[in-house]
């Protein structure tokens, strides 16, 4: 099918390149013209493992291809995906001016029937507005349809999340673009749920919602694990056996952040006070997030007492593993807190350095990850890269003043870090 994508960040590149992957004809359109220009020349301006080389070959290949006019993507297909960003305004609900404007644009260039898809997280409603406003734009005057395709992949597993869905949901407000849509996604032999255009667009923010709850309750847990002596972790393989709990996202951590949870979860407590419900629950979610972070910096004080003046070693900059994202990232968060109170910092991301320099400054990006203790009072573990699993612990132990680890995502054995002579602290593994 001839399939056009307009956005081109981690989830319209990723969506493009896979569409590409399982044999459609894709035109990838942004309106950042350097980020075309660099598409073009086979670069890449994002860190998403495996996607480079599928970009590549999707092209080589002739099936791929990146442009920065929207009328031509318009024109040359019949199933057009909006991918552009929902950003959070100040008071946590949703901008929604690019939606708006490529709808615009979408509205202007169409000369025949077109399927329009929104893949951006949008608030329950926003279909019939796109609807609303290229019927209001569009001077052809040609039959089209909305359809909500909500997307689940998550960063650093994208193109694996993308290939192999749980499911694909599609909103439709008529039947005729349905066929369409499991052409669309046929390839990737995955259950199709079609549904009402409302629905689709909740249950992204519900899912979203629901799965940044679960990590809240397991921070809680972690809470209690610290209060009473038990191990968080034991307690969430106990509990994520019972396959109606399922043990995912039950990692305790020095809280999640990301460029979707802590977006999507002000938007729908916005989202549900408008519609006259008030997501006290939701409210909570985001409160034990933020005392996490709290509980984990008074963590490292406690410990070191006064900050000022004391060297600071932190692994992980990005707000998780396998990507170079930093956009509301706990550990960046972390960082600007050790620096606020005197602490200087030498830091260590397997992707996330560049990206980081634009936003944590006065720091020293150090490469090696074992030469990041050198000197330091203190070790922190602020992002779970596996590759931190693997750190010279003997080595970092030599190079410490004093051989103490923060670790905010419990990636080491707490007996055998004390064995190896580490004063340990991590999220909810007290000692009775
Ligand atoms: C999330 C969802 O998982 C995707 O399904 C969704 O498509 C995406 O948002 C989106 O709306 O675009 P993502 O933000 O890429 O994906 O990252 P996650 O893997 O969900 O991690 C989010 C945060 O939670 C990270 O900071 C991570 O470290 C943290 N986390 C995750 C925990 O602290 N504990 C866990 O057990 C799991």
Same mark, same amino acid.
């Given at each position: ?5 307009i956005?081109t960040?981690?989830? *319209? ?6 569409f590409a ?42 099936r791929?291809?990146?442009?920065n ?16 960003p929902t950003?959070?305004q100040?008071?946590?609900s949703v901008?929604l ?9 979408i ?34 005057k040609?039959?089209?349809?909305v359809?909500?395709n ?11 999340d993308?290939?192999?869905p749980?499911r ?11 066929q369409a ?15 009402d255009?409302h ?10 919602s ?10 809680a847990?972690?809470?209690?694990c ?15 056996m ?28 916005q989202?549900?006070?408008?519609l *006259? ?7 909570e979610?985001q ?17 070191l ?14 707000f998780?593993?396998?990507?170079d ?5 706990p ?5 600007h807190?050790?620096?606020?109170e ?25 490469a ?5 203790a ?14 931190f ?16 680890l923060?670790?905010?995502r ?17 999220? *909810?593994?007290?000692?009775?």
């Amino acid at each position: 099918m001839k399939l056009t994508i307009i956005g081109t960040g981690y989830v *319209g590149l990723v969506t493009g390149t896979c569409f590409a992957e399982a044999g459609h004809e894709v035109i990838c359109v942004d309106n950042d013209a350097e980020k075309v220009k660099l598409l073009q020349a086979g670069g890449m301006p994002i860190y998403e493992p495996g996607l480079e080389e599928l970009v590549e070959k999707n092209v080589k290949a002739g099936r791929l291809h990146f442009s920065n006019s929207t009328r031509e993507g318009v024109e040359r297909s019949d199933v057009i995906f909006i991918a552009v960003p929902t950003p959070a305004q100040p008071d946590g609900s949703v901008d929604l001016s690019f939606i708006e404007g490529v709808s615009r644009e979408i509205a202007g260039a169409m000369t025949g029937y077109r399927i329009i898809v929104d893949k951006s997280t949008v608030p329950v409603n926003t279909g019939r507005k796109v609807a609303e406003t290229i019927q209001r734009y569009c001077k052809a005057k040609v039959d089209f349809d909305v359809v909500s395709n909500p997307e689940f992949l998550r960063e650093g597993f994208a193109v694996g999340d993308f290939m192999k869905p749980d499911r694909v949901v599609v909103g439709v407000a008529s039947p005729r673009p349905i066929q369409a849509m499991k052409d669309v996604f046929a390839p990737y032999n995955a259950p199709i749920i079609v549904t009402d255009i409302h629905s689709a667009e909740l249950i992204k923010h519900a899912a979203n919602s629901f799965l940044a709850l679960k990590i809240s309750y397991i921070n809680a847990i972690s809470v209690l694990c610290e209060l009473s002596g038990a191990n968080v972790q034991e307690v969430a393989n106990g509990m994520g056996m019972d396959a109606r709990i399922g043990r995912k996202f039950l990692d305790a951590s020095l809280g999640f952040g990301g460029s979707c949870f802590p977006k999507d979860l002000s938007a729908f407590i916005q989202i549900s006070e408008q519609l *006259g419900y008030s997501f006290g629950l939701l409210k909570e979610v985001q409160q034990i997030n933020a005392r996490q972070m709290d509980r984990f910096f008074k963590k490292i004080s406690d410990t070191l007492w006064v900050l000022k003046g004391k060297t600071l070693g932190v692994l992980g900059l990005a707000f998780k593993q396998n990507t170079d994202d930093v956009r509301m990232s706990p550990a960046i968060d972390l960082c600007h807190r050790l620096q606020k109170e005197g602490a200087a910092l030498r830091v260590h991301d397997p992707q996330a350095m560049e990206k980081a320099r634009a936003v944590l400054k006065d720091v020293t990006y150090v490469a090696d990850m074992n030469a990041v203790a050198e000197g330091c009072d203190a070790l922190i573990i602020a992002t779970e890269w596996p590759e931190f699993k693997q750190l010279d612990l003997e080595k970092a132990r030599k190079n410490l003043t004093h051989p103490i680890l923060f670790d905010g995502r419990n990636l080491f054995d707490v007996n055998e870090m004390e064995r190896l002579g580490f004063l340990y602290k991590s999220i *909810g593994r007290g000692k009775p």
